[in-house]
Each structure stands twice: as structure tokens, then as C-alpha cells.
């Protein structure tokens, strides 16, 4: 059954809904509400905090960053589970796996940075956007080759963790 909505404040007639979600900004016509999810201060400091939005970083520290952990943490999916998961050569696979994905996920950002992409708008997490990421086609083409490169990285650096699992164990025990 669908929910009343209030017209005046177009948020559903709920009192409990109006004690933690509002309007963005007081402003209902913006189309954003803010929650004890978006608005909390731990969100805003988390979010403000990654690479995307930290102010002051150049597209490609930026795209480095995200690279990095993106192809750390691709590495093990295709390393544990897939099909090569019982071999010898598992960590192989994982490491290729990892490096083909980055590479098909660097296409994507090239292919986006290409399609002349619109300006960021600011929301009620990250109110004020930094002045030097993702404003041209150029910042966009920077983030993807570093996301390329850190992201072959960051594979490469789980590929040697994982493999080399058991001497890294004997000189910490």
C-alpha cells in the first residue's frame, strides 16, 4: 500500500520521517534529501577524505591512488575464486585477471573522459568540490593512465604478497 506524502513538504506524512530526513539545503526542489547517512559528520569526513575529493591532489596522484587499490583488491577474487582457484597456478590467473579488468576499466574512463562529461555538482556530503579534479578532458585522460599504472600495481603487489605467503609468514614468526 502506497504511503501518504505530505504536498507541503513533498516528504511522506511519517512524523518519524521528519525528525532525520530533510530537504538538502532546506531546498525541497533540488531533488536531495539529507539523512543520518549523507549528512552524519563521520560520512562527510570519510568521503571528503578519498582520493576523488581530497583537495589539493592532481588527477593523477588521484588516479594513482584509486588505481592502486583497485588492483589489490581485484587481485583476490580471481586469485581465491575463480576457476584456477586449486591450481599452482592460481595466483597467475588472479594476477592476469586483475591486470585484464583494470585495463578493460581504464577503456571505460577514457571512453567517459571523451563523451565531454559534465561539471561535478556539489551534494550535501561533499558541499565544496576541489577546484582541480575532473574539470576537462585532460584531468579525465591524466586519472585513467595513472589508474592504468596503479592499478597494474597494486595487482602486482598482491601477486607477490600472495605468493611469497609462507616467507613473509617465517620472518614475522
Known amino acids: 500500500m502506497a504511503q501518504a ?9 511519517d512524523p518519524r520521517n521528519r525528525e532525520v530526513v530533510f530537504p538538502a539545503y532546506g531546498d ?4 536531495n534529501l539529507e539523512t543520518p547517512i549523507n549528512s552524519s559528520s563521520f560520512s562527510k569526513w570519510f ?22 587499490a583497485h588492483g589489490y583488491w581485484l587481485f583476490g577474487p580471481f586469485a581465491k575464486l575463480g576457476p584456477l582457484r586449486d591450481t599452482n597456478d592460481a595466483n597467475l590467473a588472479g594476477l592476469l585477471g586483475a ?29 565544496k ?12 585522460n591524466n586519472f585513467a ?7 597494474i600495481g ?3 603487489v598482491a601477486y607477490f604478497l600472495t605468493s611469497n605467503l609462507a616467507l613473509i609468514q617465517g620472518l614475522f614468526g
Open 154 to 156: 597494486g595487482a602486482v
Open 47 to 68: 568521503i571528503n577524505n578519498l582520493p576523488a575529493y581530497r583537495p589539493g591532489l592532481a588527477p593523477a596522484r588521484r588516479g594513482l591512488e584509486v588505481g592502486m
Open 99 to 127: 591486470i585484464g579488468l583494470v585495463v578493460v576499466l581504464t577503456g571505460a574512463l577514457s571512453l567517459y573522459a571523451n563523451s565531454n562529461p559534465p561539471k561535478a555538482l556539489p551534494s550535501v556530503t561533499v558541499p
Open 145 to 151: 593512465s595513472s589508474f592504468l599504472i596503479g592499478g
Open 5 to 13: 506524502v505530505d504536498a507541503s513538504k513533498n516528504l511522506p506524512s
Open 28 to 31: 525541497p526542489q533540488q531533488g
Open 129 to 140: 568540490l576541489p577546484a582541480d579534479a575532473f574539470n576537462s578532458k585532460e584531468s579525465w
